[in-house]
C-alpha cells in the first residue's frame, strides 16, 4: 500500500538511522573496547538473522500467495462474466439483450468505479446492486425450448460463479497482516540492524559498508512485504487488466 516515493523515503531513512546509531554508538563505546566481545555478538547475531530470516521468509511467501491468489481470482471473475455474455445468446432475446448490456456494464464499472474505489481503501455496493439485476433476469427468463433451459440453468450457475468471485474479490481488497506480526517484522528488523553495530569493526568504512547493506536489505524486504500486502492498493498491485480484455471480447464475434 506504499507509492514509489513513500517506499524509497522508508529504505533511505533506515539507512540513516542505522548509521546515525553506528556514528553514535563509535563515539561512546570505541570499536577497540568492543572487539572482545565479538565472539559472544557474532554468535547472537547469526541466532537472531536465522531466527529473522525465517520470519521474514514466512511473512514475504505468505503475502505474496496472497497477492497471486488475488490476481488469480480476478481472472476468473472476468472469465465467468466472458461466459455469461456468451451464454446470454441461447435464451430468450428480450432477457438475452438485458443480460448482455449489464455484462457490459459490469465491466465497465470495474475499471472505472470498483477499482479506483478499492485503490483507496473504500468498498461500495454497486457490483452487488448489478448483480442482483442479473439474478433478477436470469429467475424471471421464460425459456421456450429444452436448448434455452439448458442454457439457462449453465447461465445461473456462471452468475453464481460471478457473485462468489466478486464478494472473494471484496474481501481480499480488505485483508492485510495484523499489527502483531508488523511489530514481530519492526523490532525484529531493527534488534538485527542494531546488534551488526555492536561489533567491534576498527575498519569504519567495512563498519558503514556492513551496517548500511544489512539496514537496506531489511528495510527494502520490509516495503516490499508492505506493498504487496493489500493485493489492490500501492505501487505493486492487482491492475483490472482482464475486465478491460473482456471488454474487447465482447465485440468480437465468436
Known sequence: MLNFLES????IGSITLALL???QLRRVWPPQDRKVHNDLIGWQIGFLGTTYAVIIAFMLS???NDYQSAEENAEVEANSLINLYRMADGIPAAPC????SLTRHYADLMIADEWPAMGSGVL???AARLLQSMW???TQAQPQTPGETAILSRV???????AEHCRVRQYQSRSQLPGLFWLVLIVGGVVTVAYTCLLGVESRRMHIIQVGTTALMVSLILVTIADIDQPFRGAIRVSPDSFQVALKLFDTPP
Open 136 to 138: 433478477k433476469i436470469a
Open 8 to 11: 524509497s523515503l522508508i529504505v
Open 156 to 162: 445461473i450457475t456462471e452468475l453464481s460463479n460471478l
Open 97 to 100: 439483450t438485458q443480460l448482455k
Open 62 to 64: 505468505g503475502v505474496w
Open 21 to 23: 546509531l553506528l556514528w
Open 124 to 126: 461500495n455496493d454497486h
